[in-house]
C-alpha cells in the first residue's frame, strides 16, 4: 500500500516562496504519476501539477505555471513542489497524490494527508 506525506506548508508574505515535499512509502516511486492539488475553503479541489513516472514530463495549471516547479528525487522517493511568487490567491490546503498508470494527470489513486499553505502580510 503506497503512502504519501506532505510537508513543507506555513505561512508566507505575498511574494514569498515555500517548498512543499510529498514523502513515498510502501513501493519505489519510479513509475509513478504524482500529482499536485489544492483545496481552498468553499471551492473545488483542483490539480495543479503533475509529473509522470513514463516520460517525466511536467504539466502546469496556467495560474501557477511560472511560478510553480514540480521535480521528483526517486532516489529519496520524493517530490517536490517549489513554490515562487506566492499570491494571495495561492492559499489552500495543497495535497499530492500518486497513478499507478505513470501517466498525467494523476487520478490519484493514492493521497496523502494536506499541508497547508497561507499567504498573507
Known amino acids: 500500500q503506497l503512502q504519501l506525506v506532505e510537508s513543507g506548508g506555513g505561512l508566507v508574505q505575498p511574494g514569498g516562496s515555500l517548498r512543499l515535499s510529498c514523502a513515498v512509502s510502501g513501493s519505489t516511486l519510479d513509475y509513478y504519476a504524482i500529482g499536485w492539488f489544492r483545496q481552498a475553503p468553499g471551492k473545488e479541489r483542483e490539480g495543479i501539477s503533475c509529473i509522470s513516472g513514463r516520460d517525466g514530463k511536467k504539466y502546469y495549471v496556467d495560474s501557477v505555471r511560472g511560478r510553480f516547479t514540480i521535480s521528483r528525487d526517486n532516489a529519496k522517493n520524493t517530490v517536490y513542489l517549489q513554490m515562487n511568487s506566492l499570491k494571495p490567491e495561492d492559499p489552500a490546503v495543497y495535497y499530492c497524490?500518486?497513478?499507478?498508470?505513470?501517466?498525467?494527470?494523476?487520478?490519484?489513486?493514492?493521497w496523502g494527508q494536506g499541508t497547508q499553505v497561507t499567504v498573507s502580510s
Open positions: 497524490a500518486a497513478d499507478s498508470s505513470g501517466w498525467c494527470p494523476a487520478e490519484g489513486h493514492y
